[in-house]
């Protein structure tokens, strides 16, 4: 069963301060990776998707990374309209059926 | 260009009542999916439709649930009778399934809003 675990489960950063969201997979060969952002009240915004190990992909502050294991979503400098919860979710070959993980929670604060 | 659109966003509804959420997918999309959200579980997958046709129902809780796809502009989700631990956020995705299964022809899934349901 294919199995998407993110972490920190909530963050807290201070304008400009940068750092990273992880997601750890497990999936029976990935077909792709995706980063969602969602705001309260609204449904998951597409962001990225990610093929395979090596692979960036950058909007704006964020920039997505992808190894065989996990994934990295880095916010660089950010700003109080980046506070969201940041889902990851994969899709496994075969399959049209996406897992996502429980989602880290980002709060930037002025 | 119009999103998914959900409604109603919000329903308050006794025990035991019918309750019918509804999903018009973008336009042009193929493929439909339907969500329940809750903070312990996040986001899980009750069933899917690929032109109209009922792909993949495991998700589905029981069979209190059941959901249609009459036409490509329009799916319904229904819970009879609802209890109180259906209450969650439901949400409805669509995207456009590629005809070739190369990698890079995935396709994301575009949300709606959400319909918020308590049973209370």
């Known amino acids: 069963e294919d199995q998407v675990t993110q972490s920190p489960e909530a963050l807290r950063l201070q304008e400009g301060e940068s750092s990273s969201l992880n997601c750890s997979y497990t999936?029976?060969?990935?077909?792709?990776l995706f980063w969602y952002r969602q705001d309260p009240g609204k449904g998951p915004e597409f962001l990225f998707t990610?093929?395979?190990a090596g692979e960036e992909k950058e909007k704006e502050r964020l920039k997505a990374t992808l190894t065989k294991k996990e994934s990295f979503l880095h916010i660089t400098a950010p700003k109080p309209e980046d506070s969201a919860t940041y889902l990851c979710a994969v899709q496994a070959w075969g399959y049209q059926k996406v897992t996502f993980g429980i989602g880290t929670k980002l709060q930037v604060i002025p | 260009d119009a999103g998914v659109i959900q409604s109603p966003r919000h329903e308050v509804t006794e025990m035991g009542q019918e309750v019918t959420l509804r999903c018009k997918p973008i336009?042009?999309?193929?493929?439909l999916f339907w969500y329940r959200q809750t903070m312990m579980r996040g986001l899980e997958l009750l069933i899917y439709?690929?032109?109209?046709?009922?792909?993949?129902d495991s998700g589905m809780p029981e069979d209190r649930f059941s959901a249609k796809m009459p036409n490509a502009s329009f799916s319904t989700l229904k819970i009879q009778p609802s209890e109180p631990r259906d209450s969650a956020v439901y949400f409805c995705a669509s995207s456009l399934r590629p005809l070739t299964g190369g990698q890079h022809s995935n396709q994301p899934q575009h949300f709606g809003d959400g319909t918020r349901l308590s049973i209370l």
């Open positions: 439709f690929n032109n109209n046709v009922p792909i993949d």
């Open positions: 999936v029976s060969g990935l077909r792709g």
């Open positions: 336009s042009g999309h193929n493929s």
């Open positions: 990610l093929y395979s």
